[in-house]
Antibody
């Protein structure tokens, strides 16, 4: 079964740090670009960050740039997101998501999502 | 990285068709055929319904269709069913390897 499972949920004080993990299974993790997407309570989806298949190309949303680091370990089939200098507005469910591949072409569409992990900054 | 604009709500009766719009700019929606649509139920992860403007992943009913004209993309749900009641989000490639989402539309089946 194709699956993404996030972990690392927690309550963090403002200014604190957190590391989220996303364990992938059921597919060839190393072939896919991966993303983090977050959703504040009662709000819409917000794209956070992208990492390409070998980890060399990385981008961030302006809202987290300079405070976050996305990384991946293809040997462990795991995606990570480290967040520092956390603010109240970072409070959200954080989803990891797989970017769909059509052949060998990226689609900027997310076809597999984890269940999400809740980060509360307070 | 401004969010795409969606109407907050949409509604229709069973069997009817409803269309949800998603307006961006020439830097995102209008500039690339990389618009996606997601369905989300409360407390659940989003589900991909449409990618690359109008393509349906395997398993998505053909009642769901997508299109784009200029800077506005649209999701149409035909033959509306009670189970279609959910939140719908559009997204687009926004250039420089960024992705931008719409604010979401709550679809109510009356």
């Amino acid at each position: 079964e194709v699956q993404l499972v996030e972990s690392g949920a927690g309550l963090v004080q403002p200014g604190g740090s957190l590391r989220l993990s996303c364990a992938a299974s059921g597919f060839t993790f190393s072939l896919h670009w991966m993303h983090w997407v977050r959703q504040a309570p009662g709000k819409g989806l917000e794209w956070v960050s992208r990492i390409n298949s070998d980890g060399k190309y990385i981008t961030y949303a302006d809202s987290v740039k300079g405070r976050s680091t996305i990384s991946r370990d293809n040997a462990k089939n795991t995606l990570y997101l480290e967040m520092n200098s956390l603010r109240a507005e970072d409070t959200a469910i954080y989803f990891c998501a797989r970017e769909a591949l059509v052949g060998r072409t990226q689609t900027d569409a997310f076809d597999v999502w984890g269940q999400g992990t809740m980060v509360t900054v307070s | 990285q401004s969010a795409l604009t969606q109407p907050p709500s949409a509604s229709g009766s069973p069997g009817q068709s409803v269309t949800i719009s998603c307006t961006g700019t020439s830097s995102d929606v209008g500039g690339y055929n990389l618009v996606s649509w997601y369905q989300q139920f409360p407390g659940k992860a989003p589900k991909l319904m449409i990618y690359e403007v109008s393509k349906r992943p395997s398993g998505v009913p053909d009642r769901f269709s997508g299109s784009k004209s200029g800077n506005t993309a649209s999701l149409t749900v035909s033959g509306l069913q009670a189970e279609d009641e959910a939140d719908y989000y559009c997204s687009s490639y926004g250039g420089r390897y960024n992705v931008v989402f719409g604010g979401g539309t709550k679809l109510t089946v009356i």
